[in-house]
Every structure is written in C-alpha cells, then in structure tokens.
C-alpha cells in the first residue's frame, strides 16, 4: 500500500505487472463495461426523455471498454512506455469527468418533464 503513494509508483517508464489481484479486478472492470454497453444498447432504443442519457452511457462504456482492453493487452506485454501506471491514473480520472457529465446531464430531466407537461397541457386546449 505504501508503493501507491510514491511518485516512483505512478511515473516509471518500466513498471512491474500488475498483481494477481490487481490484474483480477481489471479484468472484471473491463467485463462490467462490455456487459454494461451490450445491456444499455437494448435501453438505448426504447424512444423517451431518458434515451440522451442511454446513449451517453453507451458512448462512455464503449470507449472505455476498448481503452481498457488496450491498457490490459499493453500491461499483459510489458511494453515500457504504455503500461505506465499514470495511464490507468489517467484514464480513471477522465473516465470520472465522463461520468460527471452525464451525471449533470441527468440532473436536467426533471426540468424538461416538467416543460413537456406544460406543453402538452398548452396543447391540450388548441383544436
């Protein structure tokens, strides 16, 4: 745990595979992401309000799938320079900043329900 915090760590050029552990949940993270793309491409059919997001997460999900199978077959083959750790650091922190987009996205919704109900109230009385 003390390695994690050095920036020997985060920026060699020649770092150490990762452990079995380690190497184990990024597998699965990266399994998440294509069962996550493979379930949201159904959702993001469906016509409604929330069809913007769905495909949002569809986008971050299929991006992210393919970055992380390119940083996994990169640190599976030791190359020196891609399989630095502040790639996995980078990659965390943008994939953050995606989520915080369609997060703010998301918080729009309430306000358009509510502008498409007083505009089909608006309708309801023109002939």
Same mark, same amino acid.
């Given at each position: 745990m003390k390695n994690l915090l050095t920036l020997s760590y985060w920026f060699t050029t020649r770092p150490e595979s990762l452990i079995t552990n380690a190497q184990n949940i990024f597998n699965a993270y990266v399994?998440?992401? =294509?069962?996550?793309?493979?379930a949201i491409l159904i959702f993001?059919?469906?016509p409604g309000i929330y069809k913007g %997001?769905?495909?949002r997460l569809y986008f971050f999900s299929v991006a992210n799938t393919l970055i992380g199978l390119i940083?996994? =077959? %990169?640190?599976?083959?030791s190359v020196p320079f891609f399989s630095a750790r502040f790639w996995l650091l980078l990659w965390g922190v943008s994939?953050? %900043?995606w989520l915080l987009f369609i997060i703010k996205h998301l918080r729009k919704i309430p306000g358009l329900k509510k502008k498409i109900e007083a505009e089909q109230e =608006?309708?309801?009385?023109?002939?």
């Open positions: 399994a998440f992401l =294509f069962l996550a793309a493979i993001k059919r469906r %997001v769905w495909q940083l996994l =077959f %990169v640190n599976y083959e994939s953050l %900043v =608006f309708k309801k009385y023109l002939p």
